[in-house]
């Protein structure tokens, strides 16, 4: 993850947005504030079963 955002940060100089991080299931809300402040980055939370049924439709809908 530290080598993600250094390299976010050479890419995209001080111009870029704050990097956030995206995470699902019990880990995202067991281990948020662990890992805002190792990274001090945002962590943003979002249901698994949510994300796996947008998931499934996506791919449904470009399969013939």
């Given at each position: 993850m530290r080598k993600?955002?250094?390299?976010?940060k050479q890419?995209?100089?001080?111009?870029?947005?704050?990097?956030c991080i995206m995470a699902t299931g019990g880990g995202a809300f067991k281990y948020h504030?662990?890992?805002k402040q190792?990274?001090?980055?945002?962590?943003?939370?979002?249901?698994?079963?949510?994300c796996l049924?947008?998931?499934?439709?996506m791919v449904l809908s470009v399969v013939e």
């Open positions: 993600l955002q250094a390299d976010q890419d995209n100089g001080s111009k870029s947005p704050d990097l504030d662990k890992i190792a990274l001090d980055v945002e962590v943003i939370r979002e249901d698994e079963m949510e049924i947008i998931g499934k439709n």
